[in-house]
């Protein structure tokens, strides 16, 4: 689904080569400063890699902005939920529709109608638990609003979703639907990129661990032969 | 509908504040509760009606312009001269000069907001000055009289005459005014644009991340505002039948006042254009009302400022909508507790 070569941005990463497939979950941790989120943004097209490829299905891409990689179908859920990730005061509907505005167009105009039923939908779909949709998404908890910002990358279709340190201030007892969810993406064909500083999540949550420090690859290890103590070992060293 | 109600508060409750200065006017003054002054505040509202719709337009996409009613006397001497050397035109090429060259000083501003990083309050003071220095060197602040014969010339779409003998009327520029609002109203709700708009001015960054073409919203929003400019200039020339350098100085804080009285955010994101119409009326009736009561003009600006103050801070919440900072968003004490989800 998709495979990088060689992707640089001198100063943030060098010669990242990795590939991700249909229905896996690639697990990225390092410490903070790894290079990870410079990573992550060049491949949602946000920042320009200095050289290497990143190619979708076979094809190589070169995005000039992250609208060309969110209709190439990549996704990218922010770090930061509270600023980056979601309009705040704004309604909930609003923000889980605001990247697929176009799926909810009738006659070339926005439709109250279609909107509420495509919120409606991933609602439900995503286990979301709201008062009215009108409501400000701020009035959500952690672990809600994040399901809003999963749902309305959802929407955009995506083929490759990836997640920037998804349960940050998600309390624990949330973290597990979230992970929920991401097992059952993944399960249903997406590609996705699990990014954390915490190892147990990319451990209990992804396929295969990829360890990065100071912008390279410096493990690659897979939970199933591995044990978490040696990744963290590696990690927190 | 008390949906309708909670949703929006700010209207409601300009629409409360209207109706009660209405009724204390009725009862205080002869001629206010006529169909005729009815119309008359119609007529003399439309200009700062579509100013309005079109700045309310720039503060939801989180900026700021301080130019526009600089820019619409430029459009005024500019299409003056355009339709001079045209032959003399007719309402179509001068609505479509107007606009192009309303549209054209709007998107200056954005080019410098958005290519140079300038914030939209200091880039607009700029233009705004350039505008103005510009018009009076060129001009040497002298009017234009000589206008079209179809520009200058009334044009009644509805009368009535009255008991009294005197005649109830409803003027072009209404008619342009309520185009105006409706098509910003179907622009910022019903367009995929205008929704990018509110979250654009909400939060930029977040915005950019969701795949919105920044750099387009800052074009469009002032864009719009130039094109609103441009027409609310054509029509200010129409209705004072002529053309004087400094006639719109100082107007773009009386809109701005009531644009913000009207519910919209300095800081970005919210705003309606029921509200914007209403603030403006609201600052018009008063007017008026000082007027048709025989207070003098000299403190009518003391007056208005007061109600605006007044009615701002009347709503504690209000005070977000004048300055960010204090705005729920920027705040750090009202984070939903993050709680457990059972």
């Known amino acids: 689904m998709l495979d990088v070569k060689g992707l640089s941005r001198p100063g943030q990463f060098e010669d990242i080569s990795l590939t991700v497939r249909r229905g896996e979950t690639l697990g990225i941790t390092g410490l903070l400063g790894s290079g990870r989120t410079e990573l992550a943004l060049t491949l949602f097209g946000m920042l320009k890699p200095a050289s290497g490829s990143i190619s979708i299905e076979g094809k190589p891409i070169r995005f000039s902005s992250n609208r060309d990689a969110i209709e190439a179908g990549v996704a990218y859920l922010s770090e930061d939920r509270l600023s980056l990730g979601l309009i705040q005061p704004q309604p909930i509907a609003d923000n889980l529709v605001i990247s697929s505005l176009d799926k909810v167009l009738s006659g070339g105009l926005l439709s109250e109608e279609r909107k509420r039923s495509l919120v409606g939908r991933w609602i439900a779909d995503l286990g979301v638990k709201i008062g009215l949709q009108q409501d400000a998404i701020s009035t959500l908890s952690g672990g809600n609003q994040q399901r809003v910002a999963i749902a309305k990358w959802l929407a955009t279709d995506p083929k490759l979703l990836i997640l920037d340190a998804p349960t940050v201030g998600v309390d624990v007892g949330a973290r597990a639907g979230i992970f929920d969810i991401v097992a059952r993406l993944a399960e249903s064909g997406l590609a996705i990129i699990l990014i954390s500083d915490e190892v147990p999540e990319v451990y209990f949550n992804a396929d295969r661990v990829l360890h990065m420090a100071q912008g390279r690859i410096v493990g690659s290890y897979d939970p199933r032969t591995s044990s978490l103590d040696d990744i963290e070992g590696a990690v927190y060293a | 509908m008390p949906s309708f109600v909670r949703t929006h508060a700010t209207e409601v409750s300009l629409l409360g504040v209207i109706i009660a ?138 009368e ?37 708009l509110y979250a654009f001015g909400d939060n930029p960054e977040g915005a950019r991340r969701f795949g919105i073409n920044i750099g387009a919203m800052q074009f469009i929003a002032f864009g719009w505002l130039g094109l609103m400019a441009g027409i609310a200039g054509l029509m200010q020339a129409h209705y004072a039948q002529e053309v004087v350098p400094n006639a719109l100085y100082g107007r773009e804080l009386d809109v701005l006042a009531a644009v913000v009285l009207g519910g919209a955010r300095l800081g970005g994101g919210k705003g309606s254009v029921l509200g914007c119409v209403l603030g403006v009326l609201l600052v ?21 400022g007061a109600i605006i103050l007044v009615a701002i801070t009347l709503s504690s919440a209000r005070i977000g909508n004048l300055v960010p900072v204090f705005a729920t968003r920027k705040s750090t004490g009202d984070r939903p507790a993050e709680r457990g989800e059972s």
């Not at chain 2, 204390?24 to 119309?39: D, I, R």
């Not at chain 2, 005197?166 to 929704?195: H, K």
């Open chain 2, 21 to 158: 200065i209405c009724a204390v006017l009725s009862v205080t003054t002869a001629n206010f509760f006529s169909l005729g002054n009815a119309f008359d505040l119609l007529n003399i509202s439309s200009v700062n009606i579509i100013f309005a719709v079109g700045l309310l337009v720039v503060l939801i996409a989180g900026g700021i312009d301080i130019s526009f009613a600089v820019a619409a006397s430029v459009v005024q001497y500019g299409t003056a001269i355009a339709l001079g050397w045209i032959g003399g035109g007719g309402w179509v090429s001068g609505l479509l000069i107007a606009g192009s060259i309303g549209v054209l000083l709007g998107a200056v501003n954005a080019f410098l907001i958005h290519r140079f990083r300038i914030i939209s309050i200091v880039a607009t003071i700029a233009t705004f000055n350039v505008y103005f220095g510009l018009l009076m060197f060129f001009t040497k602040g002298v009017s234009i009289y000589n206008l079209p014969d179809w520009l200058t010339s009334r044009v009644i779409i509805y």
């Open chain 2, 160 to 196: 009535r005459e009255m008991a009294d003998g005197s005649w109830a009327e409803i003027t072009l520029p209404v008619v342009v005014m309520v185009v105006c609002t409706l098509a910003t109203w179907f622009f910022i709700t019903r367009t995929t644009t205008g929704r990018q």
């Open chain 2, 284 to 304: 018009s009736i008063t007017q008026n009302g000082l007027n048709l009561m025989g207070v003098s003009p000299f403190a009518f600006k003391m007056i208005v």
